[in-house]
């Protein structure tokens, strides 16, 4: 990392060259709120077709077109105001824009709840003569069919209203918690071996961690941690409000349990979940020699939390500008052909990319899903390595949305969240193989290749014990606990132990490390992180191995958007999700790794 942290500039103050252009979706503010207006008079739009959908196919085609075209006009006006916000959380007029959007998509999936009955009441004879006379009826198969099969979790049209109704309360936790972290909490500086204080933010904290020098992680890691800490009972009690409101919803649809209820809406069966969790338990021990090397590397007595991230080879860590990272990237991303870099170069030049942090930025990175006009990319680019997988990663995302958007029609154009991580993953390996193909040299190759176990340790086993976590705040929730923060802590530091094992001595304010993960909200979704890197390792090595025929085969994964079930869409890629094989295999991999790790440090 550089040698002194950079001050972190107001928006106002980002050269506009590494920000993003939202004026393809509205030119200003005012044209955004002429489609607010025109938006929430498409409510009665949607009313007139009440009590006729299975009149003629007519008129169910009329409205699945309706419902396209509303479709698109919402993305839009939520699209620009969720974008507008993340770029500065403290800007309440933004923050207004963003609630007012998701108000009036609300009240649009309140006036639509009576579709999916309707849906559900017509009988199969005569669905199919609606597809014998209206062939237009067969683009909306997909969705239709995904209704149909949800037919014993969907209730009556009041019902289902009252239910729409409360989604806007429904992301209140969420809402609560991201504010807090992201615009309200601020942290006192940390301090280096030399006396220099250095400016932590939630987005800084993994930058000061990969310091060399220790007394600065250390201040860095106490100093967050102790900070967090002060906040601990109310992040813990948006928590708790989380999963009531997943438990109401899940109890309202007549589901088992929260974690049936959220992978039923992707078609993900819940063995994948579980069978995770038990491969990844299986494999500990790879993570435990993992973890005792990174104690040699460093040659400390005592391997802290705080010592995880900092690179363990040393004189390698380069400073990687923006520019150098995206060269790279597109270098590396060649084996993909010329057709997807060329995309790439667009993004770049033409703005889709917001790279720096500034104050009250959202944290973390991502690619919108907001695919129309095109992707967006937010980052908060550090100039490292780590910072250039992360531009990979978003890219991969990216380029899911665009080729499934330019492919399908508006009804199966969007994925779903099993499949998300995989694109992005891809990308990633394909970046480490290509740098580690431009190196003989040991040391080098050691420090690609513990980034890369780095990588690996984060997204498998780091992911899968935050699913673990994740799990257990359903269970404990349905079971009627409400979830606290000593609760919280608790547990979280049991799993930290378990997980990095007996050479890894868990510092207590690791347990509080649940109440900086923003994931913990979006309704068990990382989970998908593990199981999507291993597919993507799979993928990425039969592109490499295979050529032409594996890209064309994974482009076709790409443009497929939600065409089909999940694990069917990988398939198309030559990858089998139903079983544990990718888990195991990419396991194995890890394995291998560290043992070529060993041999090249001695």
Request: hydrophobic share 40%; aromatic share 10%; charged share 25%.
């Amino acid at each position: 990392m550089s040698k002194t942290a950079k001050a972190i500039p107001e928006r106002k103050d980002v050269d506009p060259k590494y920000t993003w252009d939202l004026t393809p979706i509205f030119p200003d503010d005012a044209a955004w709120e002429a489609a607010y207006t025109e938006l929430q008079n498409v409510v009665s739009e949607i009313a007139e077709f009440r009590g006729k959908l299975g009149s003629s196919a007519g008129k169910l085609l009329e409205y699945f077109r309706k419902d396209d075209e509303i479709s698109l006009k919402a993305e839009a006006v939520y699209g620009y105001a969720s974008l507008s916000g993340d770029q500065d959380t403290g800007n309440g007029f933004y923050q207004n824009m963003r609630g007012k959007a998701m108000g009036v998509i609300v009240a649009l999936q309140g006036a639509a709840a009576f579709s999916v009955p309707e849906i559900l009441a017509i009988d199969d004879e005569t669905m199919e003569r609606f597809y014998k006379e209206e062939p237009g009826l067969l683009e909306y198969k997909r969705p239709i069919d995904k209704i149909r099969r949800r037919k014993a979790h969907c209730l009556s049209a009041g019902e289902e209203q009252l239910l729409a109704s409360a989604g806007e309360m429904a992301d209140s936790p969420d809402n609560i918690a991201g504010i807090l972290r992201n615009a309200d909490m601020t942290y006192p500086d940390a301090v280096d071996g030399e006396g220099v204080r250095h400016t932590l933010t939630g987005g800084l904290l993994t930058l000061l961690l990969e310091s060399s020098d220790r007394v600065l992680r250390k201040n860095a890691f106490e100093t967050y941690y102790n900070r967090l800490g002060e906040f601990k009972n109310t992040i813990a009690a948006t928590l708790d409000g989380q999963f009531k409101q997943l438990r109401f919803f899940a109890g309202a649809r007549k589901y088992g349990n929260t974690l049936e209820a959220a992978l039923d809406r992707t078609e993900v069966p819940v063995e994948v979940y579980t069978n995770l969790i038990r491969a990844v338990h299986d494999n500990l021990d790879k993570m435990y020699r993992y973890v005792d090397l990174r104690k040699r590397l460093l040659n400390v007595d005592e391997l802290h939390m705080y010592d995880v991230y900092t690179p363990v080879v040393a004189d390698v860590d380069a400073e990687i500008p923006f520019e150098a990272a995206k060269s790279t990237v597109l270098d590396a991303l060649k084996v993909l052909g010329e057709d997807y870099t060329s995309v790439l170069k667009t993004a770049f030049k033409d703005h889709w990319i917001d790279v720096y942090e500034n104050k009250g930025k959202r944290s973390g990175a991502y690619s919108s899903g907001l695919p129309r006009p095109h992707p967006y990319v937010l980052l908060n680019h550090k100039d490292n390595l780590d910072s250039q997988f992360t531009l990979a990663h978003e890219l991969g995302h990216a380029m899911h949305s665009y080729l499934s958007t330019k492919n399908q029609p508006v009804c199966t154009a969007d994925y779903v969240i099993f499949v998300a991580e995989v694109a992005s993953t891809v990308n990633e390996v394909l970046l480490m193989r290509y740098l580690l193909s431009r190196t003989a040299e040991p040391k080098e190759r050691a420090y690609l290749i513990n980034h890369f176990l780095d990588q690996f340790k984060g997204t498998v086993y780091r992911q899968t014990m935050f699913a673990e976590f994740e799990l257990f705040m359903g269970q404990k929730s349905e079971a009627g606990e409400t979830l606290t923060a000593d609760l919280l802590c608790d547990k979280y530091y049991e799993l930290n132990k378990l997980y990095f094992g007996p050479s890894m001595l868990s510092d207590e304010l690791i347990g509080l490390e649940w109440a900086r993960i923003p994931h913990f909200f979006y309704n068990y979704y990382v989970f998908q992180y593990a199981t999507g890197f291993s597919a993507a390792v799979a993928i990425a090595n039969r592109i490499l191995s295979e050529g032409e025929t594996a890209v064309r085969d994974y482009k076709k994964f790409l443009s497929s958007g939600g065409s089909a079930d999940p694990i069917s869409l990988l398939k198309i890629a030559g990858v089998d999700m139903s079983t544990p094989d990718p888990v195991n295999s990419a396991l194995k991999l890890f394995g291998e790794l560290v043992d070529e790790m060993e041999k090249l440090v001695g």
